[in-house]
């Protein structure tokens, strides 16, 4: 029985890493399909989607069979309920990169934000994808100066939401209101999108160390 308990806490551990890594793929794919208005492939991105939701769904099916067949306690019961909400994370970065797929496709063949803050959202993309990458190599390696690193990652990407927000509440901002609110929301995906990068840091270090920290202070 603790060999079937082992295997499956590690097949768990390995659906989260491909979780990340088809994860980092969709804002990968979401972006460029965003700034070059590629209808085709904001459609592929939605679709595969799906993929994620069905690999959530059966991670956590995985980690409820566990918890009511083997009893477990302690530490790999902290693995596997942190698991359940690190699922819960990643599904919801899939979802976030959808939605931006999602306006490259509504606003098809033009461009969804203008060309003067477009050099913004591609340093947050680019970041965003920067951190799902090292949330697959956190699951794997549980380096907790990884998880520092994302912190720092998302720390950029909080400064350039703000930025987004200073521009589009300036004077001088002249765009029309469908426009601004795609440049809102735009900037809103992005920014969760790290967000929910750093939710998952959080629940390693905690695998980690035992503790809790809201302030993710991790050496």
């Known amino acids: 029985m603790r060999k079937v308990f082992q ?14 890594r088809l994860v980092a793929s969709a804002m990968e794919r979401a972006y460029e399909s965003f700034t070059n208005a590629d209808i085709e492939l904001a459609q592929e991105v939605i679709a595969e989607d799906a993929k994620i939701d ?5 991670l956590d099916e995985r980690a409820i069979d566990v918890l009511a067949l083997q009893g477990p306690v302690a530490s790999d019961l902290r693995m596997i309920v942190g698991s359940l909400r690190m699922s819960a994370s990643l599904e919801r970065m899939g979802d976030l990169a959808r939605h931006v797929a999602q306006l490259a496709r509504l606003r098809f063949p033009q461009q969804v934000v203008p060309a003067s803050i477009a050099p913004t959202f591609k340093a947050m993309a680019e970041l965003d994808i920067a951190i799902a990458g090292k949330v697959g190599e956190l699951l794997d390696t549980r380096d907790l100066a990884i998880a520092r690193e994302i912190i720092d990652l998302n720390a950029k990407i909080d400064e350039l939401h703000v930025s987004i927000f200073k521009a589009v509440a300036a004077p001088e901002w002249a765009h029309s209101g469908p426009t601004t609110a795609d440049v809102t929301l ?3 995906y992005l920014e969760r999108f790290g967000d929910h990068g750093v939710s998952v840091a959080r629940k390693v270090s905690y695998l980690v160390t035992g503790e809790w920290d809201p302030d993710i202070t991790v050496f």
């Open 186 to 188: 735009t900037s809103r």
């Open 7 to 20: 295997a499956d806490l590690q097949q768990i551990g390995e659906e989260l890493i491909e979780m990340s």
């Open 54 to 58: 069905f690999l959530q769904n059966q």
